[in-house]
Structures are given as structure tokens and as C-alpha cells.
């Protein structure tokens, strides 16, 4: 895994629900996936209440995405943040290229 921003992890320890956002916070810590961006910063705050797990990301750009992931798998997750990156790659690409991405509405193909 690649990481490319920052990242912000809120999970219930205790909580059944949280199990695939703790696995995507060990694989976030991960000695691999800090090697490919030491400058990225990965939050952490386990809550003592009753709300479902949450994982927000906010890119280089500034785009920000909050999700819940109660009924989420650890690949769902991944899967969700590389798509906006893939997508904000594919918008950069297109404007170099003379394209407006702002006509295309490439985010509203990501699930």
C-alpha cells in the first residue's frame, strides 16, 4: 500500500465492526507502507462510545473523503482511497494534456 496523505482512523477497540479498520491502521504502520511516504500522517483515536468506525482522508490536494466502515473489508477501504487517487492522477494527466477535468465529473464514477 501506498501511502499519499493523511490519514485519520476513529474505531471503538472493542467493537466487532471496527476489525477490517484495524487491520487497515496495522497495515497503514506498516514499516513498507511508511517507506513509501514518511511524510504522510496516519491519526489514530480509538473511542470508548458506540459509533461506528470511520476512516477521513484528506490528499495532497485537498480533497477530503470521511467514510464510514462498519460494513467495510480492509480491501473495500483501500480500494476506496485508491480510487480517488487514481482518479486525481487521471485528472492531473487530462489537464496537462489541455482537458478540463471540471466538465468530465470524473468523481462521480468512484463508488
Same mark, same amino acid.
Given at each position: 500500500? !501506498?501511502?499519499?496523505?493523511?490519514? =485519520?482512523?476513529? *474505531? !471503538?477497540?472493542? +467493537? /466487532?465492526? !471496527?476489525?477490517?479498520? &484495524? ?7 506498516? /514499516?513498507?507502507? &511508511? @517507506? #513509501?511516504?514518511? +511524510? ?6 480509538? &473511542? !470508548? $462510545? +458506540?459509533? /461506528?468506525?470511520?476512516? =477521513?482522508?484528506? *490528499?495532497?490536494?485537498? *480533497?477530503? +473523503? ?8 480492509? #480491501? $473495500?477501504?483501500? #480500494?476506496?482511497?485508491? $480510487?480517488?487517487? $487514481?482518479?486525481?492522477?487521471? @485528472? ?16 462521480? *464514477?468512484?463508488?
Amino acid at each position: 500500500m !501506498s501511502l499519499r496523505q493523511l490519514v =485519520s482512523i476513529q *474505531f !471503538s477497540a472493542t +467493537d /466487532p465492526r !471496527s476489525a477490517a479498520v &484495524r487491520e487497515f491502521l496495522q497495515r497503514c504502520l506498516a /514499516p513498507k507502507a &511508511r @517507506e #513509501s511516504n514518511p +511524510d504522510c500522517i496516519v491519526f489514530h483515536n480509538v &473511542r !470508548s $462510545d +458506540d459509533c /461506528p468506525p470511520v476512516v =477521513s482522508v484528506e *490528499f495532497v490536494n485537498g *480533497f477530503k +473523503d470521511q467514510f464510514n466502515c462498519h460494513k467495510l473489508t480492509v #480491501s $473495500d477501504i483501500m #480500494s476506496r482511497i485508491c $480510487d480517488i487517487s $487514481d482518479t486525481m492522477n487521471s @485528472e492531473e494527466l487530462l489537464e496537462k494534456s489541455g482537458l478540463k477535468t471540471s466538465e468530465l465529473n470524473l468523481r462521480s *464514477f468512484i463508488k
